[in-house]
């Protein structure tokens, strides 16, 4: 009968060694398992927060756009050629009436 109790005890002993293994590694995983889902989450709150930033970017560079384009509009509309004359009318310019060109010939002319 010693013999059976004997049996009966370190199979009990070593299920209970099981259990606290299989324990160990429910818990083992658990805490894997927690800590990927805590690093998911973080990237996912990463790359949202990214995605506003680069919204607000888009947004940024319309209005840049924008901005240039009136700009540009601005400027070719201050360098067109009515512009300029009348502006040469208001700094009483004198227009040119004869042009007269000096002709050096067929020597070859070098300054210093």
Do not use: H, P
């Given at each position: 009968m010693t013999k059976t109790a004997n049996y009966y005890k370190r199979s009990a002993e070593k299920n209970t060694k099981d259990r606290l293994n299989l324990r160990i590694l429910n818990i083992g995983l658990l805490l894997t398992i927690a800590t990927i889902a805590f690093l998911y989450l973080i990237g996912i709150s990463d790359l949202t927060a990214k995605g506003f930033i680069l919204q607000d970017l888009r947004?940024?560079?319309n209005d840049l756009?924008?901005?240039?384009?009136?700009?540009?509009?601005?400027?070719?509309?201050?360098?067109?050629?009515?512009?300029?004359?009348?502006?040469?009318?208001?700094?009483?310019?004198?227009?040119?009436?004869?042009?007269?060109?000096?002709?050096?010939?067929n020597t070859a002319v070098a300054k210093k």
């Open positions: 947004s940024q560079t756009e924008e901005r240039r384009a009136f700009y540009e509009q601005e400027m070719n509309s201050l360098q067109s050629f009515y512009v300029l004359n009348e502006q040469a009318k208001t700094l009483n310019m004198v227009a040119i009436s004869d042009i007269e060109y000096i002709k050096a010939g």
